[in-house]
């Protein structure tokens, strides 16, 4: 049975000829014919973390490319980096790749860390919709969005639930946005179905 909070995200929404206009691709043709991400969707990338996080900055600097090049042609992107992997260096290697001039990439990617899941509350509940407002940015990523709740040992249940039931709406209300957030963790782990749609991403094994 679906939860409260997956209930929460998977509200279905009508969209215009424009926001399919306004669709980020990854650039990889495997997902681009089976997923197209568009402004108000979230997404959930589950994995160990040097993968998610190459997937992560591929779709931050696709997103600043014009609608003809699979990007959305976007002014500001926001990053709210809650396990510390952010990699400015990975943006500028693939500005490079599409030909875009670094400086104006990095010049485009706003980023804040946290360091607790009490920053990381409160960021989102309180200082994301300022920002918003004040960047009006096309896609907003949040690395590392649960685990910080999973790794923290003396956290318990009830104030786990409390805090995700605040967070979940909060990232509801946030409109004309792509939503992308990262987790090392599956919904097993995660306890709560917090993503509606995930890529999951392993690691190839290697077989002597």
Do not use: W
């Not at 997956?6 to 997923?35: C, M, N, W």
């Not at 969707?41 to 993968?51: K, L, M, N, S």
């Amino acid at each position: 049975m679906k939860s409260q909070f997956q209930h929460a995200l998977e509200v279905p929404q009508f969209r215009t000829a424009l926001d399919y206009r306004r669709r980020l691709t990854f650039g990889i043709d495997k997902l681009d014919s089976i997923l197209q991400l568009h402004l108000d969707d979230i997404i959930g990338i589950v994995g160990e973390t040097r993968y998610t996080n190459a997937l992560l900055t591929r779709l931050i600097v696709r997103s600043l490319l014009p609608h003809r090049h699979g990007g959305m042609d976007a002014k500001k992107v926001m990053v709210i980096d809650a396990d510390n992997s952010s990699n400015p260096y990975l943006c500028v290697d693939f500005a490079r790749q599409y030909r875009m001039h670094p400086r104006t990439v990095l010049n485009k990617v706003l980023v804040t860390r946290q360091f607790t899941i009490y920053q990381l509350t409160h960021t989102i509940l309180y200082d994301l919709p300022k920002r918003v407002h004040l960047h009006r940015p096309s896609v907003i990523v949040i690395s590392g969005l649960t685990d910080q709740f999973l790794q923290e040992p003396n956290i318990h249940i009830n104030e786990f639930g409390n805090l995700i039931s605040q967070i979940v709406p909060a990232l509801r209300r946030i409109k004309d946005v792509l939503l992308i957030l990262s987790s090392r963790f599956g919904d097993e782990e995660m306890m709560v179905p917090t993503f509606p749609r995930i890529i999951e991403i392993r690691a190839k094994k290697e077989f002597d």
